[in-house]
């Protein structure tokens, strides 16, 4: 009668236990560090953002202003700092101030 066959269930959960004991090593450095990184996050999206204002205009006059100078600035070839420069330069022109 012959034997049967035995394989072993490690080779198909886990082919290279070398993978797995790297994680294992470095999960303790992510456990350390996911809170920190959660809390840059955090405080990068809460924190207040300026914008263009001026005395006596509405946020639709501001919002118009800002849609007018875009298209002024256009789909040009420029880069981003370029544009926001652009961008500042017009509503600044037009009486509008970056406001906390």
Same mark, same amino acid.
């Given at each position: 009668?012959?034997?049967?066959?035995?394989?072993?269930?490690?080779?198909?959960?886990?082919?290279?236990?070398?993978? +797995?004991?790297?994680?294992?090593?470095h999960?303790p450095?992510?456990?350390?560090? &996911?809170?920190?990184?959660?809390?840059?996050? &955090? +405080?990068?999206?809460?924190?207040?953002?300026?914008?263009?204002?001026k005395?006596g +205009?509405?946020? +639709?006059?501001?919002?118009?202003?800002?849609?007018?100078?875009?298209?002024?600035i256009?789909?040009?070839?420029?880069?981003d700092?370029?544009?926001?420069g652009?961008?500042?330069?017009?509503?600044?022109?037009?009486?509008?101030?970056?406001?906390?």
């Amino acid at each position: 009668m012959k034997k049967p066959l035995i394989i072993d269930q490690r080779l198909f959960c886990c082919p290279n236990d070398s993978l +797995t004991s790297i994680r294992d090593a470095h999960m303790p450095t992510l456990r350390l560090a &996911l809170p920190f990184l959660l809390a840059g996050l &955090l +405080t990068a999206c809460a924190a207040p953002q300026a914008q263009w204002g001026k005395d006596g +205009t509405s946020s +639709t006059q501001v919002h118009n202003a800002y849609a007018g100078c875009r298209y002024e600035i256009g789909m040009s070839d420029k880069s981003d700092n370029e544009k926001r420069g652009l961008m500042q330069f017009c509503m600044e022109r037009d009486g509008f101030r970056l406001q906390p």
